[in-house]
């Protein structure tokens, strides 16, 4: 039996409702620095949300931000239903299977399609095709925030240009994948979490890209803004993140450049979409989706 296969893994599921499964989402996200799952019951309005650990057990410290984060959330006016906590140890391939039952095919538009690596799928002529397999730290580009991405990235793909890439938060690799996929290049990505990064070079590998895309393990706070300039930029980060480095993210930008910004609930927005319209940048496309807002933004030239 490998190593892997003896690693323990856990369930830190919290049952709600649909209607808060977003703010617990960004709580448990916040908390453990992995994105959530979400599985929820359309006949009685009741979700799970939860987060896959490699470890025997969460701190006393990460139970009580989860009481309090629910006691938040509850306060603020929003129907959290039970919002028990449930944790419980899960083997890995049970795991795995269970998501062959949610996870399935995305046609993100006519040029990009992602699947499971267990369907197979007919794709249209010219549409390129990324094959995910599950990672604890799995993004499957479901989520609102990573679909308004995705959709961005095949919206920009170049054509006959040479357009370059940063995925700065890459999770599992989704977006970079795509990318690279998509004809950007070169494609740069990296990531706060490890367990993120390895699952993303995992992906990578399925897709046959382990030689042209490297994802390194890197602390956006502790970056120094850089020389190198990119043509496209996505952040799919929280709100406070965007803003507190939103001076370190322009400096990355190409001058003719786009910054796609996700991961943003609604009324956190506006104070995210001010912060870089101060700044001397303007939106050019937003979206909204259930509890999510993202955008798209490029350096205002009316102001120079």
């Known amino acids: 039996m490998s190593t892997e296969e003896n690693e323990s893994i856990i369930s830190v599921c919290i049952h709600t409702t649909s209607f808060a499964e977003d ?26 949300v939860a987060v896959y650990l490699e470890r025997e057990a969460i701190t006393d410290i990460e139970q009580e931000l989860i009481r309090q984060g629910i006691n938040a959330i509850s ?10 906590l449930k944790i419980s140890p899960v083997k890995r391939e049970d795991w795995s299977e269970s998501w062959k039952k949610h996870f399935h095919p995305i046609e993100v538009s006519h040029k990009l399609l992602v699947k499971p690596e267990w369907e197979d799928v ?27 991405c995705l959709k961005q990235l095949a919206n920009y793909a170049p054509a006959n240009e040479s357009l370059s890439f940063l995925d700065a938060g890459s999770g599992s690799g989704i977006l970079a994948i795509s990318a690279s996929k998509l004809g950007y290049s070169p494609v740069v990505a990296w990531d706060f979490d490890p367990q993120a990064v390895r699952v993303a070079r995992e992906n990578a590998e399925q897709n046959n890209l382990e030689e042209k895309l490297s994802f390194d393990v890197k602390d956006l706070t502790k970056l120094s803004p850089g020389r190198e300039k990119f043509d496209v930029i996505c952040a799919n980060l929280i709100y406070d993140l965007l803003i ?52 798209v933004f490029t350096f205002n030239k009316n102001l120079n």
């Not at 448990?28 to 309005?45: G, H, K, Q, Y």
């Not at 910054?259 to 609930?265: D, K, V």
């Open 23 to 48: 703010l617990v989402f960004v709580l448990l996200e916040s908390i453990f620095d992995t994105s959530p799952s979400v599985w929820a019951d359309t006949n009685t309005d009741k979700s799970k």
């Open 75 to 84: 306060e603020s006016g929003c129907d959290v239903g039970k919002g028990e």
């Open 122 to 148: 007919q794709t249209k002529p010219g549409q390129v095709v990324v094959t995910l397999s599950p990672g604890l730290s799995f993004g499957t580009g479901h989520h609102p925030t990573t679909l308004f």
């Open 244 to 295: 507190d480095e939103s001076e370190k993210l322009q400096s990355w930008m190409a001058p003719d450049g786009c910054l796609i910004l996700a991961g943003i609930l609604i009324d956190q927005f506006p104070l995210v979409r001010d912060a870089y319209c101060r700044a001397g940048m303007e939106m050019i496309d937003v979206e909204s989706c259930g509890e999510w807002c993202s955008g």
